[in-house]
């Protein structure tokens, strides 16, 4: 799903807001939870999961086309851990449309 698939989604199931209002709200929920994460605060959505920003520590990796070594600098990324409800809502959804179709044997 993308952001537009969002903002169409939230439109369609609200009818009183406008397409803009719409984007407008999604763009403010967005940039919010962006600058949370840039502060290194936790966000927690209770049921969907939480975001928190880990840190990489500072390693030693290869240039691929001269193979010498590169010093690769410390990082901080942000890291998603789902809530149960989302993990359970996935994996019940998973295995149905994942599984390949059942072959009726010949004969």
Known sequence: MTRSDLVAKLAERF?????????????TILDAMSD???RGHRIEIRGFGSFSVSRRPPRLGRNPRSGEQV???????PHFKPGKALRE???VKAP???APAAQEPAG
């Not at 009818?15 to 763009?27: G, H, I, S």
Request: hydrophobic share 50%; net charge negative; no cysteine.
């Open 71 to 77: 010093t690769i600098p410390e990082k901080l990324v």
């Open 96 to 98: 149905a449309a994942a």
């Open 89 to 91: 809502a996935v994996d």
């Open 36 to 38: 949370a994460l840039a």
């Open 15 to 27: 009818p009183q807001l406008t397409q803009r209002d719409t984007e407008f709200a999604v763009k």
